[in-house]
């Protein structure tokens, strides 16, 4: 398995707005955005240079969260090919999909056709999902959502193999004889795996190709960064692996109005200094998310991030 990204520097994707609008991160702008906004700041990010953009997975938000999670929550599948069609480079990610809430044949045939149209630009980010109401109006076991994940993962890596009839036999899933076309323009998907519990980490060491933190501080990473190693080494898995963050809030500029007390502010090059911390811990790639009062402000935030900031994140 290559790399999805040179080894050595670290490189910038995004959380796109408008698709997942959570109370926790959502501005007030993006509740009457639309597709147009979405194309737009996916626009800005491609040209921007950014690695990737992200968006989101739930299926059905019941009535006691939908107060915190609010019930936007655009189809992954669906949003990041519409967003294929309107970008030339940028690469897309899942993050995450719970893919325990769809049979693998199901997944591989919605992933597959998405990296071959977009000819192979996804990353598949995965999670175990945490809606009890979710997964058990779609019938399938909340409790064991992990082993379930486990074995979707083991059967997907076969589903989006190379071959127009895959082959997998395990306790929930076995299929065989049954052809898929079109197959993934990629060789092999890379899966980063999403999450920060114990079982979430070890499911990245040993399936996965990357990390996707849940929002861990700084503080936590080498240690993480650490178990992942060792999981990695006891397992016998080698070859290369990603490792995600998280980074604060930023703004590049200052921004004369109430960004928060915990959002990075002020000069390219200080904010450069600040995010290659990460990469001296051992991150290859951050996840950044802007402060903005409308699209416009977070269009301008993407494209000085991409001319101002980026150049220095390697110095």
Not at 57 to 78: F, K, N, Q
Not at 138 to 167: I, N, Q, S
């Amino acid at each position: 398995m290559a790399r999805v990204f040179p080894e050595g520097r670290l490189v910038y994707g995004m959380q796109l707005p408008v698709q997942s609008q959570s109370t926790i991160y959502a501005e007030p702008w993006e509740a009457s955005a639309g597709a147009a906004d979405l194309a737009e700041i996916a626009r800005a990010a491609d040209r921007s240079g950014f690695a990737y953009v992200a968006t989101c997975d739930h299926v059905a938000i019941p009535r006691r969260l939908a107060g915190p999670m609010s019930t936007v929550w655009y189809d992954p599948v669906a949003t990041l090919s519409f967003l294929a069609g309107v970008t030339e480079h940028v690469r897309l990610l899942s993050h995450v999909a719970i893919l325990g809430l769809r049979h693998p044949l199901i997944s591989a045939k919605q992933y597959a056709t998405l990296d071959h149209l977009s000819g192979g630009r996804l990353i598949l980010g995965v999670g175990a999902g945490h809606v009890q109401e979710e997964f058990e109006v779609l019938g399938v076991d909340f409790a064991r959502r992990g082993a379930v994940l486990d074995e979707t993962l083991d059967a997907l890596r076969a589903a989006l193999g190379p071959e127009e009839y895959p082959e997998f036999e395990g306790e929930l899933f076995s299929f065989a004889g049954l052809g898929q076309l079109p197959r993934p323009a990629q060789e092999r998907i890379p899966v980063w795996v999403g999450g920060s519990s114990p079982a979430a980490v070890r499911r990245a060491a040993v399936r996965g190709d990357g990390w996707l933190p849940q929002g861990d501080p700084r503080e936590k990473l080498p240690a993480q960064i650490a178990r992942i190693a060792q999981l990695r080494a006891e397992a016998g898995v080698t070859g290369p692996f990603e490792v995600g963050a998280i980074t604060e809030a930023l703004y590049v500029g200052e921004p004369g109005w109430d960004t928060g007390r915990r959002t990075l502010t002020g000069k390219a090059e200080a904010l450069a200094e600040s995010l290659r911390a990460y990469g001296a811990l051992g991150v290859d790639q951050i996840q950044v998310r802007f402060r903005s009062r409308d699209r416009a402000e977070l269009v301008d935030q993407i494209t000085a991030f991409g001319a101002e900031v980026a150049p220095h994140l390697n110095d």
